[in-house]
DNA sequence: CGGTTTTTAGACTAATTGGTCTACAATGCT
DNA sequence: AGCATTGTAGACCAATTAGTCTAAAAACCG
């Protein structure tokens, strides 16, 4: 019914998220928007209220891509795995989906949120990564016998922060990630929950036995 | 002799650097420039010729400064000694100036490079990072008796991105660093290192002996 | 003091930007 | 065909923005 679309919200949001990443957030205008879509600004305004809704749902729409894999992977049974296969995740999205992650690594949540002023935006935006949150909770639990926030910290840090970190770099200068970094990463990874082992453990006064992260020495 | 200033430059890179931490770049403007510092108008074109050069010169006085002790901490003689010491001294920097490390998180050299019209910035820009690269260059050399691309990528890794990652999502939430990151932080960079020597070993047909970096083997 | 230099101060202009509005084109339905 | 619906198209407007310009303030110097 009506007329068919010629310009949809999926091709705006990615003329959007590729003037981000070659001119920084402050190229992203509507009418270069426009410009670089080929959409009349009428149409942008059709399915968008404002800019800024178009650069928070062209971010949230990066942000739940790569939660997918990133998520599943965390669902492996044996949790050491399951961290590993999340940053694994992290850095194959990188391969597979350069322009979102790309988004992502230029852009944080933290730009958004002072702008966006649609409450179901915002509303997402606070929501959007909670379910990650728990996820990684529950890991923290299965990995260290508990979900302090020491335990939580150290899990985040192997499965999200040393991922990204390694990433980031390459993602920036848009150049493949070199070979052998994924496995680099991995031990990375693991050292730091061994790492992290000694430190949830001492802080815990000897009650609860360590789990799955080795004996806390990182040698 | 003259009139003393009133408003120094350097308060109000303080100012540009203020709103794009709370707001993003985007709220970056001459206005909210001269709102925040104080300054009118024409003073910040008395010194600057554009908003362009402020955030510039705003990002290139963050770098500068946190180079300083990274470049300090990779002259350790004792190779590896001077990788971990390089990602304690990115760890202990945003917990000294975390204004102007939440400043790097936020913003990259790329955000950049597409608007600078002045030529001497331009220069600037792209030679900022040379010392530090030369640095890593021959740290590399040192750790894995080669400067290969693999090996500077893994010096990288261990000295630079995993130290930026462990800290990054704190920089953004303005939150403290959690207690013991460092010592994660740096058992993670040995690790990678170790996986390394692997990986950049193999790659050499076995004529230079590994340095430094473990047996390569990272458990 | 009168002259010079540097900075402040902000009114002003031109361009860009976000956003609105109306006319119309293209589809499905009856 | 006639009508409802949905999207295109871009002229248009108001607000913001970057940047200019002139006048004067505040120091130093001989």
């Known amino acids: 019914m009506g007329r068919p679309e010629l310009h949809p919200a999926s091709a705006i949001l990615d003329a959007a998220r590729s003037l981000v990443l070659t001119g920084g957030a402050r190229s992203a205008t509507v009418d270069a928007i426009a410009a670089e879509s080929g959409a009349p600004k009428g149409s942008i305004y059709h399915r968008f209220a404002s800019v800024d809704e178009v650069l928070t749902e062209m971010w949230i729409r990066g942000v739940r891509r790569s939660q997918e ?15 590993l296969a999340g940053g694994r995740a992290i850095h194959d999205f990188a391969s597979r989906e350069p322009a979102d992650a790309r988004l992502l690594a230029a852009m944080r949540r933290e730009d958004l949120v002072q702008t966006v002023s649609n409450p179901r935006l915002m509303r997402e935006l606070e929501r959007l990564n909670r379910p990650v949150e728990v996820a990684l909770r529950d890991l923290a639990q299965r990995l260290f016998g508990r979900a302090s926030r020491a335990a939580v910290e150290a899990t985040v840090l192997a499965a999200v922060d040393i991922p990204q970190g390694a990433i980031r770099r390459h993602l920036a200068a848009d150049t493949p990630l070199p070979r052998g970094l994924c496995d680099q990463i991995e031990a990375a990874a693991r050292a730091s929950l061994a790492r992290a082992g000694a430190t949830v453990s001492t802080s815990n006064k000897g009650s609860a036995r360590r789990r799955n992260v080795g004996d806390g020495r990182a040698r």
């Open 69 to 83: 894999t990133f998520m599943e992977a965390l669902r492996d049974p044996e949790p050491l795995t399951a961290a």
